[in-house]
């Protein structure tokens, strides 16, 4: 069985700043998926950016990039230049592959100051 | 193009009444998936289609809880003799389908059972 732990339940962050989420997981796949989704307080799930665990670069969305650190089973989020509109929560999460089902981390608190 | 769509966004219902929750996928998505999200914790897998047959129900807490796919498009979950440990954000995601796939989420059915 995969999991998937987060084990900040909140952080803030000032305006313009940087800041890095952590995440770490367990699964017994060799083929493997991470996520990072980010859900405002509409509820509705946000895909932020992805990892295939076959791939050793890490992957990077315009002001979000990873560390995937896979010996470790460490998958952190880093956001650049934090914006107001970065505010959410921010969920980790694991699957075999990318359409199958998705094992979420409890979830993480961003605040982002002005 | 239009995202994934639930209706109602709020449902409020007596303990022991059944309730129906609606997806409407993304055209042309063929797998379809529906979590739970308890208040403070992440999303948790009840089931997930391919086409219109379910592929993965090991989510489903127990024989209350049933989903339907007819037409390989619209899913409907169904909760009979409804219990306030219901009471959750139900979230419905859909994909291409593939292995490599991501999952696209709507705004979830708030559930509240009093």
Redesign the interface.
Known sequence: AQT?TQSQPEMSVQEAETVTLSCTYDTSESDYYL?W?KQPP??????VI?Q?AYKQQNATENRFSVNFQKAAKSFSLKISDSQLGDAAMY?C?CSQ???????????MKLTVNP | GAGVSQTPSNKVTEKGKYVELRCDPISGHTALYWYRQSLGQGPEFLIYFQGTGAADDSGLPNDRFFAVRPEGSVSTLKIQRTERGDSAVYLCASSLGFVTDTQYFGPGTRLTVL
């Open positions: 998937v996520f989704y509409s509820r509705q799930m946000i895909l992805r295939e969920f999460a592959g990318g359409s199958e089902k998705l094992v979420f981390g409890k979830g």
